[in-house]
């Protein structure tokens, strides 16, 4: 029988008659004026983000190119002993990367720790009230932050500095002259952790939520310890949400002004050393929070110009935080791997990754095991 080469096409997929002559549907009014306050606070964001980097870069030129060994006005006062800009500016980024780093290392495992003992393990009504007080925290304010500092977490961490100051003062981090007073680096860091828990442990919390529970079923249907089902279950699935967290908790400790003037006793130095007293690098923010008020023109400029530099550094935050999420984000190829542990043979994952979905491990690539037996004749 010959056969036509006309296209059949597949039941329902036809188009009605009348579709194809009505075209595009008339906007209503409201369509168009939602349509136009989206567009116009996007486009608002940009303006301002725009017009803060040109303050700043107005505001901070002049004593970028200023020659500060021969300015009256810049070789007194907080700019004092500095013969550029970049000699005054580089060891507040070191100070700001450096208490901010110390920071998120103790916080952010705390903080993810706190987040899934809340969403997985805690009992509902214990769940709720751990929620409520970790939201509650958020609204301290900074000052308190510093004044319970001052109070309580530097004479508590004393002895503990110098401690580890005697015993393992060979490596760098613990070395130098010990602490008299516990105004440390890593005194400061501690209240910077503790800030920096609620923006990282709420928004981890509704991201572990957010995990399918047909996902978290199929890994235990497969085998797999609660644990097991939360490693390979629900952190490829919210890999990509926690680290925005923990970059956003990054974002706070980079800008936090009070307390760190309050705790820390600073130096304009580079040092690694965090049980020191004499030998702490100072914060750009705090830096600006201490000294802008006495400064004159020129040096107010300088002080702008340090704000930039922490402008900056906040856009590369941003940019480097964007690159990981999509290397580990869902669909990445990292992401695909991690529900291979799961099953044997290794499964073939088609339509839904291995990282958003454990359902899919059942899709199994052919095996020797799966193939039907042949008898002979």
């Not at 400790?253 to 004499?278: C, H, N, Q, R």
């Amino acid at each position: 029988m010959p056969v036509s080469n006309q296209t059949v096409s597949r039941p329902g997929t036809e188009r009605p008659t009348g579709a194809a002559n009505r075209g595009k549907a008339k906007a209503r009014p409201a369509d168009r004026i939602f349509l136009g306050l989206s567009t116009g606070s996007a486009a608002l964001i940009m303006v301002i983000l725009a017009l803060v980097a040109i303050f700043l870069i107005i505001q901070a030129v002049p004593a970028i190119a200023a020659n500060w060994s021969t300015s009256p006005d810049l070789s007194k006062g907080p700019t004092e002993g500095f013969d550029n800009f970049w000699e005054y500016v580089l060891p507040l980024i070191w100070g700001t990367l450096w208490c901010s780093a110390i920071g998120l290392v103790i916080g952010a495992p705390i903080a993810i720790g706190i987040a899934l003992f809340i969403s997985h393990y805690a009992p509902r009504r214990l769940a709720g009230v751990l929620g409520y007080l970790v939201d509650l925290l958020a609204a301290v304010p900074s000052i308190i932050f510093g004044l319970w500092g001052i109070f309580v977490i530097r004479p508590f961490l004393k002895p503990l500095e110098v401690w580890l100051n005697q015993h393992a003062g060979w490596f760098p981090v613990f070395g130098g002259q010990a602490t008299s007073t516990g105004s440390t680096i890593f005194a400061g860091s501690v209240v910077l952790a503790v800030m920096i828990l609620p923006i990282i442990t709420s928004i981890s919390r509704e991201i572990f939520l957010q995990t399918p529970r047909l996902h978290e079923e199929a890994a235990l249907a497969l085998g797999a310890t609660k644990w097991e089902m939360i490693r390979y279950a629900v952190f490829p699935y919210a890999r990509s949400g926690v680290i925005s967290a923990i970059l956003l908790g990054l974002g706070r400790a980079l800008g936090e002004t009070m307390a760190i003037a309050l705790i820390v006793s600073p130096s304009l130095i580079f040092s690694l050393k965090i049980f020191t007293d004499s030998a702490n690098p100072q914060t750009i923010a705090a830096n600006l929070a201490l000294n802008f008020p006495e400064a004159n023109t020129p040096q107010r400029q300088a002080l702008i110009g340090t704000g930039l530099m922490l402008f900056v550094i906040s856009l590369a935050v941003n940019f480097v935080a964007r690159a990981i999420i999509t290397r580990t984000g869902p669909g990445s190829r990292r992401g695909k791997r991690s529900i291979k542990r799961l099953g044997t043979p290794a499964p073939t994952v088609s339509v839904a990754t291995a990282a958003e979905s454990p359902v899919a491990a059942y899709q199994h690539e052919p095996h020797e095991s799966d193939q039907p037996e042949e008898t002979g004749k």
